[in-house]
C-alpha cells in the first residue's frame, strides 16, 4: 500500500493511543520509501489467531484451514519458525527498480 495510506490510518488513530499505534506500525510494517508492506504484519496476525483459537480448542474447518495447519505442522516438524521478517533485502541500489518492477511505478 501506499506510505501515505499507511501514514493516513495511524493518523485517524483516537486521541491518547495515536502514539501508541504510530510506533506498532514503524515496528511492524515495512516501509520503502513511498511504500508500506503490511502483509508480514497480516500473515503474523493470522499465525497469532490460529495459535490462540487452537489453544481454545476452536474447531477449524474448510480446506483454507486444513492447508494452513498442514503448514503450521511441517514448520513444527522441522524446526522452523511459524511467524516471518518479510524484509525485502536487494542490494542498496536495486531496492528502487524492485520496488518499481512490483508496484508498477516509475522510481520513488
Given at each position: ?25 514503524d515496528t511492524v510494517f515495512h516501509w520503502y520509501g513511498t511504500v508500506v508492506n ?41 524446526g522452523h519458525a511459524h511467524r516471518i521478517d518479510g524484509r525485502i533485502a536487494t ?18
Amino acid at each position: 500500500m501506499s506510505a501515505d495510506g499507511g501514514h493516513s490510518a495511524v493518523n485517524e488513530t483516537r486521541g491518547r493511543h495515536k502514539e501508541e499505534a504510530r510506533q506498532a506500525c514503524d515496528t511492524v510494517f515495512h516501509w520503502y520509501g513511498t511504500v508500506v508492506n503490511i502483509n508480514p504484519a497480516l500473515f503474523n496476525f493470522v499465525v497469532g489467531a490460529y495459535e490462540r483459537m487452537n489453544a481454545a480448542g476452536v474447531f477449524l474447518s474448510g480446506e483454507a484451514c486444513q492447508e494452513f495447519e498442514d503448514s503450521y505442522r511441517y514448520e513444527e516438524d522441522h524446526g522452523h519458525a511459524h511467524r516471518i521478517d518479510g524484509r525485502i533485502a536487494t542490494r542498496a541500489g536495486d531496492l528502487e527498480q524492485l520496488l518499481a518492477d512490483i508496484m508498477g511505478t516509475e522510481g520513488f
